[in-house]
Nanobody, 124 residues
Framework: VQLQASGGGLVQAGGSVRLSCAAV????????TGWFRQAPGKEREFVAA????????YYADSVKGRFTISRDNAKNTVYLQMNSLKPEDTAVYYC??????????????????WGQGTQVTVSS
């Protein structure tokens, strides 16, 4: 399973960005998928995740109401729509996948497969 994250960039505070995570070599609809981020000098943290069939999602409190995770299994892609961005959202964002069935709080992981990361920088 290979995951390719894309869509990051530089955006002003209050702006929006949509990240994509494309899967190669698997049927993505059989994998729970999550987004994590790591800011400079900080540990990697959970952002959001979605179950196989998109019937369950879970968000970190810090992004709830601003970020939306979704998936298009026909395109083997998971998205993270990020709105009302803040400077503290600046980080490298990683997507991750697991073939385990996760729902609700179990969407926190763990995850077995990781993408290469995409940088999101929010300027104030």
């Amino acid at each position: 399973v290979q995951l390719q994250a894309s869509g990051g960039g530089l955006v002003q505070a209050g702006g929006s960005v949509r990240l994509s995570c494309a899967a190669v070599g698997c049927t993505f609809g059989e994998y729970a998928t999550g987004w994590f981020r790591q800011a400079p000098g900080k540990e990697r943290e959970f952002v959001a995740a979605i179950s196989w069939s998109a019937d369950s999602t879970y968000y970190a409190d810090s992004v709830k109401g601003r970020f939306t995770i979704s998936r298009d299994n026909a395109k083997n892609t998971v998205y993270l729509q990020m709105n009302s961005l803040k400077p503290e959202d600046t980080a490298v964002y990683y997507c991750a996948a697991s073939s385990n069935y996760y729902s609700g709080t179990s969407l926190l992981g763990p995850y077995d497969y990781w993408g290469q990361g995409t940088q999101v920088t929010v300027s104030s």
